[in-house]
């Protein structure tokens, strides 16, 4: 890296004016892989939502957990009406790379088949999942509410001890099918302790009873997707 004569800092790879870089993450210095060692984020406590009818909206919420556990920060995903299709297999990409995740943890409460969907499973048997989960939900939001998050946590400690960022997949799901009342989540966010960062997903359908809950909002919209043209989820993709 040299200054230019016009002002400017040369790197390898380009030419950024200083007033630019100098607003940047890192005052552009290009960053480097370390050790995860456990910390405590400084800005956490938002309440994020993702819904839509495009692919993305899991896949989102964990590359930020990712990238939360890659900060030392304690992460946590509780799944609603997981259990798969005869599409998916058992065992998931994302469930692998979680568990070789230092601080990243997981727990499924769906179980085989989709509620409404006429697979040969039992709705009245979601129904009750999905009740286990918001029982559960309350349980990791109300631990998080008791621990100290200004401070580390352990990385392999359980969920009970507390975490930095929660993510409640397809739960907005279980609400769109008429599982969970609009209240149910709504008394989730307003339980959230401060420095709790909160990741829902799920629906098609806009959860408008967040609008005002929320701070982030995303629309995952589809434009195309080969599902309507009869392909089915590929491993490494979908699954």
Sequence with gaps: MTDAPDGTTETDD????????????????????????????DDFGL??????DGKGKTTAAMGMGFRAAGHGYRVHM???????ADSVEAVRGEYNAIAAMPGFSFENLGHYGWAGMADGSDDADHEAQVA??????????????????????????????????????ELLYAVAMGLLDEEDVLDLVERKPENLELVLTGS??????L?????????????????????????????
């Design 204 to 209: 098609h359908e806009k959860p408008t009873y």
């Design 14 to 41: 380009e030419t950024t004016p200083d007033s630019v870089r100098a607003n940047t993450p890192g005052r552009g210095v290009r960053p480097e892989a370390a050790a995860i060692e456990p910390a405590a984020p």
């Design 211 to 239: 609008s005002d809950a929320a701070d982030l909002v995303t629309n995952v919209r589809k434009e195309k997707h080969p599902i309507d043209a009869g392909q089915r989820a590929r491993k490494g993709t979908e699954y």
């Design 132 to 169: 286990a989960g918001l029982d559960r939900a309350r349980e990791l939001v109300d631990a998080a509410a008791d621990a100290d998050l200004s401070n580390p946590l352990d990385l392999d400690g359980p969920p009970e001890d507390g975490v930095h960022f929660l993510i409640i997949d």
């Design 78 to 84: 509780l799944q609603f009406l997981k259990g798969g």
């Design 47 to 52: 309440v994020q939502v993702w819904w839509g």
